[in-house]
């Protein structure tokens, strides 16, 4: 996953064109990319600050703002194969 730079990138939806939004990482223990863990036993508490799985470090993802159903049915020309969730970085 790549973050792209919000002040010179304008990321749009490859299949359909649509605008993106970013999506926080709703995994209940991540805060920014990353959450703590306990490797210890029951006595000395071990904690280790992970990469959280869910979100591979980012904090959260870029999605696209058109319904699902939406970019389904209206992929741009040539673009039928695209998988929905596809980003493309533009400059603005």
Same mark, same amino acid.
């Given at each position: 996953?790549?973050?792209?730079?919000?002040?010179?990138?304008?990321?749009?939806?490859?299949?359909? %064109?649509?605008?993106? #939004? +970013?999506?926080?990482?709703?995994? +209940?223990?991540?805060?920014? =990319?990353? /959450?703590?863990?306990?490797? =210890?036993?029951?006595?000395?508490?071990?904690?280790?600050?992970?990469? &959280?799985?869910?979100?591979? =470090?980012?904090?959260? +993802?870029?999605?696209?703002?058109?319904?699902?159903? +939406? &970019?389904?049915?209206?992929?741009?020309? =040539? /673009?039928? #194969?695209?998988?929905? %969730?596809?980003?493309?970085?533009?400059?603005?």
């Amino acid at each position: 996953m790549t973050v792209p730079d919000e002040s010179t990138d304008r990321v749009e939806c490859a299949r359909c %064109g649509s605008s993106c #939004d +970013w999506q926080e990482c709703e995994e +209940w223990d991540c805060e920014d =990319g990353y /959450r703590e863990e306990d490797w =210890g036993d029951d006595v000395v508490a071990n904690m280790y600050t992970v990469v &959280c799985e869910t979100c591979q =470090g980012y904090g959260g +993802w870029h999605r696209c703002m058109s319904s699902p159903e +939406w &970019c389904e049915a209206n992929p741009l020309p =040539g /673009r039928e #194969d695209v998988p929905r %969730g596809t980003l493309e970085w533009k400059e603005k």
